[in-house]
């Protein structure tokens, strides 16, 4: 079965220091992946994500992710975070067949930004 | 600006009633999802509907059932709500084929 692993629960930085966020996901081709963010009290909002080609892929409030197919990985970064960064973040797969539009979603991680 | 609406932020019931929660969109999207919300589980698909009247259920659709009598709106219904449904629900809408979803704000529902 598809699953996400999001392997880190909380993580503490300082504020203008870098973050990486990481994702696994176990599928065998090439999957459709996300990320999203959700601010305290908030539903979930779309940060960016992966359908195919170049595997670097921009997302909004300076945030990118890397595909890796190697390592099945999508992991999240940003070089410098923002007090208002603080808040949880869901990295998701596509469900097969494709035809439904789900989303598979990781358990998230929490961050946290120390001033 | 796309819009995605729950009738509800927070909902307090007690044990055995019938919880209404809803669910509107703005965006004429064929597709609608509800997700249950719980710390260290991530969100859990409930029942999701792609077309009026037509549904399917999720991963977790024991003790909710859903209705979906007009294209904006999709309700989870509680039949007989119980303190293990206490959680947050989060409803989406997607166009076919673009499986970016937009969220609503959620609704976190007690029960006692």
């Known amino acids: 079965a598809q699953s996400v692993t999001q392997p880190d629960i909380h993580i503490t930085v300082s504020e203008g220091a870098s973050l990486e966020l990481r994702c696994n996901y176990s599928y065998g081709a090439t999957p459709y992946l996300f990320w999203y963010v959700q601010s305290p009290g908030q539903g979930l909002q779309l940060l960016l994500k992966?359908?195919?080609?170049?595997?670097l892929v921009q997302g909004i409030k300076g945030f990118e992710a890397e595909f890796k197919r190697s390592q099945s990985s999508f992991n999240l970064r940003k070089p410098s975070v923002h007090w208002s960064d603080a808040a949880e973040y869901f990295c998701?797969?596509?469900?097969?067949?494709?035809?439904?539009?789900?989303?598979?979603f990781g358990t998230g991680t929490r961050l946290q930004v120390f001033p | 600006d796309v819009k995605v609406t729950q009738s509800s932020r927070y909902l307090v019931k007690r044990t055995g009633e019938k919880v209404f929660l809803e669910c509107v969109q703005d965006?004429?999207?064929?597709?609608m999802f509800w997700y249950r919300q719980d710390p260290g589980l991530g969100l859990r698909l409930i029942y999701f509907?792609?077309?009026?009247?037509?549904?399917e259920k999720g991963d977790i659709p024991e003790g909710y059932s859903v209705s979906r009598e007009k294209k904006e709106r999709f309700s989870l219904i509680l039949e007989s709500a119980s303190t293990n449904q206490t959680s947050m629900y989060l409803c989406?809408?997607?166009?076919?084929?673009?499986?970016?979803?937009?969220f609503g704000p959620g609704t976190r529902l007690t029960v006692t």
């Open positions: 965006m004429d999207h064929e597709n």
């Open positions: 509907s792609y077309d009026v009247k037509m549904k």
């Open positions: 998701a797969v596509g469900a097969l067949p494709y035809n439904t539009d789900k989303l598979i």
């Open positions: 989406a809408s997607t166009l076919p084929g673009a499986y970016e979803q937009y």
């Open positions: 992966y359908f195919s080609g170049d595997t």
